[in-house]
């Protein structure tokens, strides 16, 4: 489709899938938010939302219950977008944050901060993002050999998530009874007590780092078909690579910081987008709007198909991530690629 000057492709079905995609975590949302104790109809909490609800439907909607549901949706949203960028840069379906260790190196910071420090939780917050920066630091210079490709970024990666996943085990040994309860509770990955302060940093990041990310998405597509084809076609290569991984590692570590490691969320989603989009390219508008409604079902799930039993969220998430991991190697050695 062609406007004045500017040319849009429009693929009607990866359209038609962001849209739907939209309308799932909109309506898990709402249903999220009357969900509790104090258990609010949908139709009261629209209301609520549009300023029309009781001084008490106001104050569990928009101070207890509307932050958490936000930051179920900017954490997903960000993993997402964070997994999708990694997958394409490696050019495999592997190359997420939870494998290449960038999650673990997030829960190292934070770690630090709670075992050695009893810091508070905005300082834990600093340590994940400090973390995470640092791991993601350490597996670009050592993936880097005239530049950084697939498999390598990889296996780097594992090797990574290997040391810092031990570095974590060695930590949680060297703290007291009750900061290794905090830390265990943290690295689980959890919605449970977010408000406001974990929702306006995230969302300020991610209305820089979207955009940014998303006017690099014609050349990531152009880098798929190979770093030779790029250059011929007048793509800055490196330059490219590097500002969207800079993007992926802090959307994760952000993530992280905000709700704890929620595995698999990263991994799955974009995944996920690209079988129903069918669409080539690395997705991203669609595996961001993937990460957000697997988040927000996933933690409306771990609160109501448990009875009373309500489980946080990266445990949801990790058992319904493990089984996709264990279906994708599957694949994957099926097709020989692995």
Known sequence: ????????????????????????????????????????????????????????????????????????????????????????????????????????????????????????????????????????????????????HGYRLVLVGIGVSAIVTAVNGYLLTKADLVDAARAVVWMTGSLNGRD?????????????????????ARALRTMEMGDDVSYALGVRVERVRMLVMVAAVLLTAAA?????????????????ARRLTRSPGPNLVPSLCMGATLLVTADWAAQRAFGADQLPVGVVTGVLGGVYLIWLLVTERRAGRI
Not at 5 to 19: C, E, K, M, P
Not at 201 to 210: N, S, W
Request: proline share 4%; net charge neutral; hydrophobic share 55%.
């Open 196 to 216: 406001w302060e974990q929702v306006w940093p995230l969302l300020a990041l991610c209305a820089v780092l979207v955009p940014l990310v998303l006017a690099n």
């Open 1 to 148: 489709m062609r406007t004045g000057g500017l040319s849009v492709r429009l693929d009607v079905r990866a359209l038609t899938v962001v849209v739907l995609l939209l309308a799932t975590a909109l309506t898990a949302s709402v249903l999220l938010i009357g969900t509790g104790d104090a258990s609010i109809p949908a139709t009261d909490v629209l209301r609520t939302l549009a300023g029309d609800g009781s001084r008490y439907q106001e104050f569990v909607v928009n101070e207890l219950r509307l932050p958490r549901v936000l930051v179920g949706l900017l954490v997903g949203a960000s993993l997402g977008l964070g997994g999708a960028l990694f997958q394409s840069v490696s050019r495999n379906p592997l190359g997420s944050p939870d494998v290449l260790g960038l999650s673990q190196g997030s829960t190292a910071g934070a770690l630090v901060v709670i075992v050695l420090m009893s810091g508070s939780a905005t300082e834990v917050t600093v340590g994940a993002l400090i973390g995470g920066l640092a791991t993601g630091l350490t597996i670009y210079l050592l993936a880097w050999k005239r530049g950084v």
């Open 256 to 272: 992280t910081a905000a709700a704890g490691p929620v595995g698999f969320v990263a991994l799955t989603a974009p995944q996920l």
